[in-house]
């Protein structure tokens, strides 16, 4: 395996230990912080907000002093500005997904790994999905 892949295999590890660290691999813990209308549960937002300070002070702090990523030849930064049906409807898809189920695919590998049979029917469910989407 190349060094890329090893990399990429060790932060995937750490996001999943952030993520169980953080509670977001609890189904219940996630349905709690989606419940607005009864006991909502606002600690995920805390561990987002974190994950969003700690990404946004790095990200600005290494990004004017770098030409290009250390494992890419080039910064993918989306141009796109447009919002078609096609996006918004995957968004509202996820969403819906996310809230029924309390479970969206980053946390789902963690899942996967310590509980079993909830997590592997998730992501298999996830991978269907993908598969059925036509191709651009």
């Not at 349905?31 to 002070?57: C, E, I, K, N, Q």
Request: hydrophobic share 55%; proline share 6%; net charge positive.
């Amino acid at each position: 395996m190349t060094s890329q892949t090893w990399i990429a295999f060790f932060l995937g590890a750490l996001f999943a230990v952030g993520l169980a660290l953080g509670g977001m691999t609890d189904p219940a813990k996630v349905r709690g912080f989606l419940d607005f209308a009864g006991s909502w549960d606002p600690s995920l937002m805390f561990v987002m907000a974190g994950g969003v300070g700690v990404y946004t002070a790095f990200f600005r702090a290494v990004r004017p002093r770098m030409s290009r990523p250390v494992l890419a030849s080039t910064f993918q930064i989306p141009t796109r500005k447009d919002l078609d049906a096609r996006l918004l409807g995957g968004a509202a898809l996820f969403g819906v997904g996310w809230g029924l189920g309390g479970i969206c695919p980053g946390p789902a590998l963690a899942v996967a790994s310590v509980s079993g049979s909830g997590g592997l029917i998730f992501i298999g469910a996830m991978i269907l999905g993908m598969m059925l989407v036509p191709k651009r």
